[in-house]
């Protein structure tokens, strides 16, 4: 059985960082890419995700809006995608939800994943 299990969120000030963990089971890690994805209050889940990394090869995709404060890592032991997050926004209020697809897409859509974990609670204050 394919589990995504996110963790790492929470309640921080703007300006803050948090560190996101994706723990992930049930599939060959290393053949899949792993993406980020978020849903903001009110709104649909983004159609692209916020942060994506293929473990075949190490390509990474950052969307512009997350560029210089998104890093996203995977460690192929541990079977665990992190996404650091900097210099938090209150925009980047959301609930951000590991996924996992067995293909690249060059801008992570949305439609390439289909394994979802339950999601973390990112909430940023002004």
């Known amino acids: 059985e394919v589990q995504l299990v996110e963790s790492g969120g929470g309640l921080v000030q703007a300006g803050g960082s948090l560190r996101l963990s994706c723990a992930a089971s049930g599939f060959t890690f290393n053949d899949f890419t792993i993406g980020w994805f978020r849903q903001a209050p009110g709104k649909e889940r983004e159609r692209n995700g916020v942060s994506c990394i293929s473990n075949v090869d190490g390509r990474k995709y950052y969307p512009d809006s997350v560029k210089g404060r998104f890093t996203i890592s995977s460690d192929n032991v541990k079977n665990t995608v992190y996404l650091q997050i900097n210099n938090l926004k209150p925009e980047d209020t959301a609930v951000y939800y590991c996924?996992?697809?067995?293909?690249?897409?060059?801008?992570?859509?949305?439609?390439?994943?289909?394994?979802w974990g339950q999601g973390t609670q990112v909430t940023v204050s002004s």
């Open positions: 996924t996992a697809a067995a293909v690249w897409g060059s801008v992570c859509p949305r439609a390439y994943f289909g394994f």
